[in-house]
Each structure stands twice: as structure tokens, then as C-alpha cells.
């Protein structure tokens, strides 16, 4: 039976061109004038202090940015990049630049799930500031009071088994009780040796029978037997 339901974001909830063609460049576009402008903010000074941590140096304010420019271009799930992002992103979605894409077959199985009492958990490699802020954000209104928390990197690459198990210790919840969605292989293999139930999102293509994990290719497909006895 399962009691809580953990969601990947890009290919999953959302469309894949939202994030790779309207948040990344913004972020990109925007991230010497947003450094520039909040230098000396604690919090952006505390990330700019991890990229130079995370690069195995020290690295001077023009290095600091090219060392995040370079992670932008080669798509690197690195944790002070991602929150840094996500600071953008807040100001973009504020000053309405774009709003959240969700689809709308993940809306509507969403909020039905949440009515049922199932819990529903966010785990991204973008932060967790961005991810509320795509929720909070979209067409359908604010959705971020239907999701009970949300995970990112700091609890563990999403291709690394022993995250989903701290994910799973997190909420207290046995493993062979929680729904990972995901579209991403990788992900979902990690996900099902940590004792995961999970379902492949495939939006574009055709589903296989033979894939190691259950096909589907939107929320309206997926078949869950649930408790919320929580």
C-alpha cells in the first residue's frame, strides 16, 4: 500500500522546456548583475563562498562567476549553484517574467491525491526555494500547500541510492510504501534498490511493456493503491 507519494520535477511535473528554455537562461542572463547587486548579502555571500569550496580553491569574485557559468553550461547539479538560481528565479517570478509550467494531468492528480490524504513530497536537483517558488507560481494558483516538504541535493544526488533511503528515514515511512515518479532511469533504478515503488514518466514517445520500471505517460495513467494512515 502506499502512503506518500515523492515526485521528481523536470520531464514529471513539468515540462522539460520550461526549465531548459525559460528558467536556465534567465538565471544565466541575470547571474552577474544579481552577484553584482548582493554581494554582500549573508546568504549570497555564504554561497559564493561554497562555489570556491565546491571548486577545491580559492576563487576570486570574476573566477567565481566563470566557475558558474561553466557549471551552468555543462548542466552540473551543484548545490550553491542551484540556490543561487533559485534567489533569481524568486525575483523573475515576482517582477511576473514567466509563471510555474505544471501540466495539467500532474495538477489535477495532485490536488485528487492530496484530497485523499495521501502525502505528496517534492525531490529535485533544483533547491528547494525553486521549487516552491514553481508551485507557488503557476496557472492553477499557489499548489504548494498540497506537498508536505520538499527534498534537493543537499540530501543526496538524485542518482545515489542512500538518498532515497535518508529520504524515506526522513519521513519515517517505510521504503516499500513510497511512490517515486520520475522520468529519468537513472533515478528511478537508485530509487527501487532503496525499496521504492516507482513509475517512469515517459511524455514524449511510446511506452515499453519490458522497461525495468512501470511506464506511463502522464498522471492520468497511474494506478496507486493507497492507504493514509499515516
Not at 515576482?94 to 495539467?104: D, K, L, M, P
Amino acid at each position: 500500500m502506499i502512503r506518500a507519494i515523492v515526485t521528481d520535477i523536470e520531464g514529471t511535473t513539468s515540462s522539460l522546456s520550461f526549465v531548459k528554455d525559460v528558467l536556465f537562461p534567465y538565471a544565466r542572463a541575470h547571474l552577474a548583475e544579481f552577484i553584482q547587486i548582493h554581494a554582500d548579502d549573508p546568504e549570497v555571500r555564504r554561497l559564493l563562498a561554497d562555489v570556491s569550496a565546491e571548486a577545491g580553491k580559492p576563487l576570486d569574485a570574476a573566477q567565481t562567476l566563470a566557475q558558474l557559468l561553466e557549471w551552468i553550461d555543462q548542466d552540473k547539479k551543484v548545490t550553491p549553484l542551484k540556490a543561487l538560481q533559485g534567489l533569481i528565479w524568486d525575483e523573475g517570478y515576482r517582477q511576473g517574467a514567466f509563471t510555474g509550467h505544471v501540466y495539467e494531468d500532474a495538477a489535477r492528480n495532485l490536488k485528487a491525491w492530496h484530497a485523499c490524504g495521501l502525502h505528496l513530497y517534492i525531490y529535485s536537483s533544483g533547491s528547494v526555494h525553486a521549487q516552491k517558488l514553481l508551485f507557488s507560481h503557476t496557472e492553477y494558483g499557489d499548489l504548494t500547500p498540497w506537498f508536505s516538504s520538499y527534498f534537493d541535493t543537499r540530501i543526496g544526488g538524485k542518482r545515489e541510492v542512500d538518498s532515497y533511503r535518508h529520504i524515506a528515514e526522513e519521513l519515517r515511512i517505510p521504503p516499500e510504501n513510497l511512490m517515486f515518479l520520475s522520468d529519468i532511469k537513472e533515478e528511478l533504478d537508485a530509487a527501487k534498490q532503496a525499496g521504492f515503488n516507482t513509475i517512469w514518466l515517459v511524455r514524449e514517445g511510446k511506452t515499453d511493456l519490458g522497461a525495468e520500471h512501470e511506464q506511463v505517460q502522464d498522471f492520468d495513467h497511474i494506478e496507486i493503491v493507497f492507504s493514509n494512515d499515516l
